[in-house]
Every structure is written in C-alpha cells, then in structure tokens.
C-alpha cells in the first residue's frame, strides 16, 4: 500500500509540475521552437558524456567487486550499470536501479551474494560521498552567487539539508562501526539491515584503502560528466552560459530532482532549471525548461539502451519488481543477521 500510495503522489507531482510549467501556449510554442532548432553535435557530446559515465561507473563498480573477490568482466558489468540506469530513470513506487543491479548481478555470482552485494553499496556510497565532496568544493568557490537571490538562496540551503542528513547518516553508520555497536540497534529501527551491512563493507574496504581511493576519484569524473551533459544542452540551443555557472547550479539540481517526489525527477528538474537559470544567469524561462528537456533527452537515449540490453540480458531471468524488492530485502537481512 505504500508504495501504491507513493507511486500516485510521484505521478500526480510530476503531471502538476509539468502542466503548471507548460499551462501558458506561448511558452510551449517557444520551447518547441527551440528544441527544434538545437544543435545536434552539441546534443552528441552530451551523449558521448553520458557514455564515459556509464564506462566510469562501470570501472568503480568492478573495482569494488574486485576487492569483494568476486570478478565479473567488464561487459556484463557495463551491462548491468545500465540496466541500473534505466530503472533509476523510469523507476517509480521507490523501486531504483541499485535494487535491480543487485539482484542480476546475484544471479551472475551465486556463491557470492553478500560480497556482491556490500559491493554494490559501496558503490553507491562512494559516489554520494564523491557529490558530497564536490558539492563541499563548490559551495566554497561559489556560494555568493548561488546566494545573490532568495529563491537560489533557499534551494541552494535545500541541498545543504539534504547533503547534511545524508553525511549524518554515513557518520552514524562510521560510528556504529568503529564502536561495534552495529547489533545493538533496535530490531525495528528502519534501515537497520542497511547499516549493518555498511558497516561490514566499512571494514573490508577500508582495508582495501588503495582501491577505495581510486573509486572516489572515479567518481569525480562521473559528477564531472554528469554536469557537462547539460552545459552540452545549454550550448546546443545556443547559450553561453559558462561551464562554471553550471558547475555550480548542477549540484543543486541533480540533488532535489534525485528526491522520490516524481517520476524520474521529471517535472522538478525542469522547474529547478528555471529558477536558477533565470534567476542567475538570465536565461528566459521557455529556453531554461528547453535545456532541462534536452538533457533529460540525452538520458532517455541511454536509458532505451540500457532497456534493450534489459531485454536481451541473459543468462539471468527477469523478474517482477516486487520480487526483485523481496529477494535483496532478504538478502540485506541475511548479511546482517550474519555479522
């Protein structure tokens, strides 16, 4: 019931958002005109910077496998970065691509699915702490400027909060750890699976401190392309916004747009576009909602890809996606009760 609930209000935010957005008829006339008008070749290193993305992550992704013991080639863990990806995009009801990563990529390693596993968390922890990092780095460099309007200034305040509580989380989870207080949480306490299976991967890679670097540089390079893809669509409907502005707005949007408040981040991300465009840089508002869209198109390319990659993947069975929820919840639980 609670996922039904949260599927609903994910569907109703973003057809709301997207029709207050787009409710005026000029502004959709001029967004069109602008799409129709874009630069395809910028639009192609957008695609090009998505594609390092997938190679990047699929690099971090092996190299924490590596360190679990479990070797998987390179191909089949590109395969299932972007089987990942396309769950992330068109995941909805809190289902995400770790969920569906994970549970292929048991099937690829059944004799080692707790390793698999505390691999692909990791994973995931490395890249928010890589963003929390550059996050930190550009809030020093530019935060006057994100701070010189009030609507920039609270969105910006909005990503200290979420940035906060997800660095408070992975303290707690650092601290659970270092005091061996990890079986000493509440039964019932939500996401106590979760922290105790971090806290098994804290000491496996912090042992393995070389490789656990290499990822977080890894992960720079990720956030790097990851901004550049929507510079590459400013410039494809011919804006010369510098990259340094983007720098600096994309990790404000990239986080809120991330929360499970709507489809894929639709809707949100292109209100966001508009605020701390046009608020910063002077960007019209049907040229900014023309920018988010063509980025997100970029996404959808290489969402379609990592879909038909779904279809054909072999040898692992396709599954519902609530049996896919179930098994690594299972699994989760199986790890910590192990410890």
């Known amino acids: 019931m609670k996922k039904i609930i949260l599927t609903i209000v994910q569907i109703l935010v973003t057809v709301g958002i997207l029709f207050w957005i787009f409710r005026d008829p000029e502004k959709r006339a001029n967004t069109l005109n602008a799409l129709g008008g874009s630069d395809k070749l910028w639009i192609l290193a957008g695609i090009a910077a998505f594609g390092v993305i997938e190679i990047l992550g699929s690099i971090r992704l092996q190299l924490l496998l590596r360190v679990q013991g479990v070797n998987l080639g390179f191909f089949r863990v590109l395969c299932l970065f972007m089987i990942g990806i396309l769950f992330n995009l068109f995941g909805i009801g809190g289902t995400g691509g770790d969920f569906v990563k994970i549970f292929y990529l048991l099937k690829e390693t059944p004799g080692k699915k707790a390793q698999a596993l505390l691999a692909v968390l990791m994973d995931r922890l490395i890249g928010l702490l890589g963003l929390i990092i550059v996050t930190g780095v550009i809030m020093v460099l530019r935060y006057q400027w994100l701070s010189s309007n009030e609507v920039t200034r609270n969105l910006t305040w909005t990503l200290f909060a979420i940035?906060?509580?997800?660095?408070?989380?992975?303290?707690?989870?650092?601290?659970?750890?270092?005091?061996?207080?990890?079986?000493?949480?509440p039964a019932k306490m939500p996401g106590r699976d979760k922290f105790i299976d971090l806290s098994i991967a804290y000491n496996a890679y912090a042992r393995a401190w070389k490789a656990s670097l290499g990822a977080i540089f890894i992960s720079f390079g990720i956030h790097f392309c990851s901004f550049y893809i929507f510079y590459a669509a400013s410039r494809a409907l011919r804006q010369t916004t510098p990259f340094m502005?983007?720098?600096?707005?994309?990790?404000?949007?990239?986080?809120?747009?991330?929360?499970?408040?709507?489809?894929?981040?639709?809707?949100?991300?292109?209100?966001?576009?508009?605020?701390?465009?046009?608020?910063?840089?002077?960007?019209p508002p049907d040229i900014a909602v023309a920018i988010s869209l063509t980025g997100f198109s970029v996404l959808i390319f290489w969402a379609i890809v990592g879909g038909v990659i779904y279809l054909f993947y072999r040898p692992s069975e396709h599954a519902k996606l609530s049996v896919i929820e179930?098994?690594?919840?299972?699994?989760?639980?199986?790890?910590?009760?192990?410890?």
Not at 163 to 185: E, Q, R, V, Y
Not at 245 to 258: E, H, K, L, R, S
């Open 326 to 339: 179930q098994e690594v919840e299972a699994l989760e639980h199986k790890v910590a009760e192990s410890k």
């Open 245 to 283: 502005d983007y720098f600096g707005i994309m990790p404000v949007i990239n986080t809120i747009a991330a929360l499970p408040i709507s489809v894929g981040g639709a809707g949100v991300r292109e209100k966001l576009f508009e605020e701390m465009l046009g608020k910063l840089c002077g960007i």
């Open 163 to 185: 940035m906060g509580a997800s660095l408070g989380g992975m303290i707690f989870s650092f601290l659970i750890t270092g005091f061996d207080l990890a079986n000493k949480l």
